[in-house]
């Protein structure tokens, strides 16, 4: 139990860009862990905002297995495929703590239903952090300056986008 509270902290220490991925254990297991968290958190969050679970489901494997695949091939590109396994774990753990902050932004939607702009407001300034954590994270895999880590967050963001678009045709 304690070390899942230091590990908790240490994601949300990467979420507050005080730690990077090179400062998690290299663990195979930490990630494998990580992933599956992440998945079963985008099926959570998707079926509160899709018609039905298997729409969510198939959207949150599609959306893990692209994560794993363009992040793994561009520190590969780069020559920095022994920063893979940390920079995985750094993106799928702070994209969960993030992402348990989505749910009560997600449950506002019902309670302001006349006036939208305090919850899209919330929801905007979380899709912000996620970029700006995201960014931080290859910045410092890949060793490059913050501002190409956002160039890359959003084109690796924008990429996943349309192959997710092409793969699952329900997702808008």
């Known amino acids: 139990m304690h070390s899942l509270h230091i590990l908790w902290l240490s994601f949300f220490d990467i979420c507050r860009l005080r730690l990077a991925p090179q400062d998690l254990p290299r663990s195979n297991v930490l990630l494998g862990i990580c992933l599956l968290f992440y998945t079963v958190l985008s099926v959570g969050t998707l079926s509160l905002t899709r018609s039905s679970i298997s729409e969510a489901i198939l959207s949150s494997i599609v959306d893990t297995g692209l994560l794993v695949v363009l992040t793994s091939s561009l520190l590969y590109v780069a020559r920095c495929s022994a920063r893979i396994i940390q920079t995985l774990t750094a993106l799928a ?43 931080h994270i290859l910045r410092h895999a890949l060793t490059v300056p913050f501002f190409i880590g956002v160039l890359l967050t959003v084109l690796m963001s924008s990429l996943s986008f349309t192959i997710q678009s092409q793969l699952v045709p329900f997702v808008k």
Do not use: K, R
């Open 93 to 135: 753990g702070a994209n969960c703590v993030l992402g348990i902050f989505i749910f009560p932004v997600l449950s506002l939607f019902e309670f302001y239903e006349s006036d939208m702009s305090f919850p899209l407001l919330l929801l905007l300034g979380l899709i912000v952090w996620n970029f700006v954590v995201n960014a």
